[in-house]
């Protein structure tokens, strides 16, 4: 199993960026996927998140500005962020799951696999 994530970048704040994960080794629909984030100094956070069913959920802090999507015909998950604040500089994960989660999908425990994360700053 491996994640590659790309698409990191510098913004200004209200820009936007999109996150790319690609997947090898397995199906990205037959796992839970999400997309955790992790600033200087803080604990690593889940952002959004999408189980086998279509369950998505997101952060709070995110709802409204980020989708996550996937493309089972290039086994990727995706991660569009819209209206940028600063305070969504972190480096951004990837991650996958076997298990079927529903009420744990942002729980940082639930997930197995783990990219190599991708840098997103933003500027005010």
Do not use: H
């Not at 996550?68 to 951004?92: C, F, R």
């Amino acid at each position: 199993v491996q994640l590659v994530e790309s698409g990191g970048g510098s913004e200004q704040s209200g820009g936007s960026l999109r996150l790319s994960c690609a997947a090898s080794g397995f199906s990205v629909s037959a796992y839970s996927m999400a997309w955790f984030r992790q600033a200087p100094g803080e604990e690593r956070e889940g952002v959004a998140a999408i189980n086998r069913d279509g369950l998505i959920q997101y952060a709070d802090s995110v709802q409204g500005r980020f989708t996550i999507s996937l493309d089972s015909d290039k086994n990727t998950v995706s991660l569009q962020m819209n209206t940028l604040k600063p305070e969504d500089t972190a480096m951004y994960y990837c991650a996958a799951s076997r298990g079927m989660w529903t009420k744990f999908l942002l729980r940082e425990r639930s997930y197995t696999f783990w990219g190599q994360g991708t840098r997103v700053t933003v500027s005010s």
